[in-house]
């Protein structure tokens, strides 16, 4: 059986579930799903990253212990993800004892390899990236991302030789064109590489920051949250045990947004060659979301919460738009009104309008009966059929490439075709003509192939709807699988319609 592995990044709890997060997260969640429908045998890995200075300055910041903390946070992610439908396989804390212990391990054993040595490291350090900067890096005097002068902070530290692994690590970029992607970042990385790689820094003295996973082999250090972070890709399959980490890892693809590119793209696989394990499948690299206001902070209050959408859109909505909206790879603005504009034109219009006609016909006609199918079609069934057979195809290589709002297109694009289909043969017209009932019942058929067909091909991208769907149909598994005419037994019984997606009426137009 084929295997598939997808993680998101596990998030900081100094802040609270956001758009950014919701957009990773339903992307592994879509790409889980779609997976499984091919057969695969996925898992979805996601959780909270828990260590270092910025989570205990938010601690302190809300007047409590650390480890209060972040069982509140890590709880809020996790029921978020939970509320939103968010079908995740494993929820990893970097706190919990299984991967501390796993850390340490990793930690040893890079050490016992001599990739590990102790030294005075002076540099500017961002506290907000916990990371030091180069000169070089810096912006202005100041660090790109958080806008502020780093500290010059000089210690005696542990290093992790990263700069050993910096050729075998090109090669590796050079040898597998999709191990980052899409290319822009691939690209970047390589750009990257060209300059000498640094020795990174991996420990923090306990002096400065207690709250952390102490060195095995120096209890006076704990351990650099990036270097914990990252190993939790790993340790989450360890823990799961039984032959997980052998079959799932190799074909491990992350999901991340351009932000943590650096700290994925090299840190990362330096680290696995250093431990002696294989290498991930691939880097899978996103945008950035925006709002019309710029950048989404508290302090401009336009941070998007997924609970609040859910409640006010749907998180079937919601998570079209998401993956609509956005070009896996670029940048997407986010807006209220682009939201309510797709939610009316794409599914209360397009998708919602052509299920309720459907439906409501099969009821008004034949009492939700489906009528046979004559042997043969006219060219417009077949026509219809067609189209959305090329429509699933596209779709499956649109998904190889991670590009869901032209997978989604295509699906509309043959939904379009679908709404044409019933203009054009009219059977509302039609039925007036009691001999041409058979035609009308033909035609409806058909037209529930429709249906079925979106069922199936949208459950990874909106499950809740998917299932609607196939409630409103009264199909099992089997039976949604099945081909293009043979989905319905004779004298199958269709529930009558609903309205899926209300049309949203903003302001303007009250
Ligand atoms: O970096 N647009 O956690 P984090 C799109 N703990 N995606 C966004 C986004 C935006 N505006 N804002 C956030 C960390 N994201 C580390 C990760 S992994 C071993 C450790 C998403 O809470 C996106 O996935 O800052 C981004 O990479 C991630 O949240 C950063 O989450």
């Known amino acids: ?80 993800w939970d509320r939103c439908g968010i079908a995740y396989d494993y929820f990893i804390r970097t706190t919990d004892p299984h991967h501390q212990e796993f850390v340490g391990r990793i930690l040893q054993k890079i050490y016992d390899n001599g990739d590990v040595y102790f030294g005075e490291y002076g540099g500017h350090y961002c506290y907000g990236c916990e990371r030091f900067y180069t000169e070089k890096e810096l912006v202005d005097g100041k660090c790109p991302d ?20 910096q050729d075998r690590l090109i090669e590796t970029i050079h040898s597998r064109p999709d191990f980052i992607r899409p290319d822009r970042y691939r690209a970047e990385v390589l750009a990257f590489l060209r300059e000498p790689l640094e020795d990174l820094c991996i420990s923090r003295p306990k002096s400065r920051l207690q709250w952390g996973i102490p060195l095995p082999f120096d209890a006076n250090y704990v351990t650099y949250v990036w270097f914990d972070a990252l190993l939790n890709y790993v340790s989450a399959l360890d823990r799961r045990g039984g032959n997980s980490l052998q079959i799932f890892w190799p074909k491990a693809n992350h999901l991340i947004a351009k932000d943590i590119l650096k700290t994925h793209a ?22 950035y979301w925006v709002m019309d206001s710029g950048k989404m902070s508290k302090s401009l209050g336009n941070v998007i919460r997924p609970l609040e959408m859910k409640e006010r859109f749907g998180m079937d909505a919601f998570r079209y738009f998401l993956l609509r909206e956005m070009a896996f790879g670029q940048d997407a603005k986010f807006s209220e009104e682009a939201l309510v504009t797709r939610i009316n034109a794409d599914l209360a219009n397009n998708l919602g309008n052509l299920v309720s006609r459907v439906l409501a016909m099969q009821q008004k006609y034949f009492a939700g009966i489906v009528q046979s199918l004559s042997a ?30 032209r997978a989604l297109e295509a699906l509309w694009s043959a939904l379009d075709h679908a709404n044409r289909y019933i203009v054009q043969t009219a059977p509302f017209t039609m039925v007036k003509d009691p001999a041409k009932l058979s035609r009308v019942g033909a035609i409806l058929h058909h037209l529930l192939e429709v249906v079925r067909t979106l069922s199936r091909l949208l459950a990874p991208f909106m499950p809740d709807t998917a299932n609607e769907l196939r409630t409103l149909l009264d199909v099992n598994e089997s039976a949604l699988q099945a081909p293009w005419g043979q989905g319905f037994a004779a004298g199958h019984k269709i529930k009558a319609p609903k309205v899926l997606f209300p049309r949203i009426e903003t302001d303007a137009k009250k």
Request: a negative charge.
């Open 266 to 287: 090299i840190y990362w696989p330096t680290m696995l060659m250093a431990a002696g394990l294989p290498l991930f499948d691939h880097l899978n690299v996103h945008g």
């Open 376 to 405: 043969d079609w006219a060219a417009e069934d077949n026509e219809l059929r067609d189209k959305f057979a090329r429509a699933e195809e596209e779709l499956k290589s649109f998904m190889a490439e991670l590009q869901f709002h």
């Open 1 to 80: 059986m084929e295997r598939i592995y997808f993680t998101t990044p596990i998030y900081y709890v100094n802040a609270e579930p956001h758009l950014g997060h919701t957009y990773t997260t339903v992307v592994a969640d879509t790409l889980t799903r779609y997976y499984r429908s091919l057969g695969y045998e996925a898992f979805f890995l996601t959780g909270t990253d828990e260590h270092g200075d910025k989570i205990v300055q938010a601690a302190e910041a809300g007047g409590v212990d650390p480890k209060s903390y972040v069982d509140r946070v890590s709880g809020l992610f996790r029921s978020t």
């Open 146 to 165: 958080h806008q502020k002068a780093p500290d010059y902070i000089s210690e005696k530290n542990y290093f992790f030789r990263m700069s050993k692994y």
